[in-house]
């Protein structure tokens, strides 16, 4: 089970830091991915860390903002938001996928976490 968290609400320019925890499942194998869901949108890919953290991509918009980062040894994952903007306001979910290949498909990610609200003000 993944529980993210770290959500709020920040005004335009502030920072936030989502963590992702795993419980009764070790990720240190896992590809890690966090996605998010505005009102009325479809989820959409954010970031996506490989089992190391040797490999990170990020969709076009948060890049240079956002950062991923896992500590296997305390089966955490992390995503750092900084600059953020209100078009970044959503639900912010964690997933997990058992394969060693980082990748950006939503339906291919096995577990989700419940989701954390950010909201961003202008």
């Known amino acids: 089970q993944l529980q993210a968290s770290g959500g709020g609400l920040v005004q335009a320019g502030g920072s936030l830091r989502l963590s992702c925890a795993a419980s009764?499942?070790?990720?240190?194998?896992?590809?890690m991915g966090w996605f998010r869901q505005a009102p009325g949108k479809e989820r959409e890919f954010v970031a996506v860390?490989?089992?190391?953290?040797?490999?990170?991509y990020y969709t076009d918009s948060v890049k240079g903002r956002f950062t991923i980062s896992r500590d296997n040894a305390e089966n955490m994952v992390y995503l750092q938001m900084n600059s953020l903007k209100p078009e970044d306001t959503a639900v912010y979910y964690c997933?997990?996928?058992?394969?060693?290949?980082?990748?950006?498909?939503?339906?291919?990610?096995?577990?989700w976490g419940q989701g954390t609200l950010v909201t961003v003000s202008s």
């Open positions: 860390i490989n089992w190391s953290g040797g490999r990170r």
């Open positions: 009764g499942r070790t990720l240190s194998t896992y590809s």
């Open positions: 997933a997990a996928d058992p394969g060693a290949v980082p990748h950006t498909i939503v339906t291919l990610y096995d577990y």
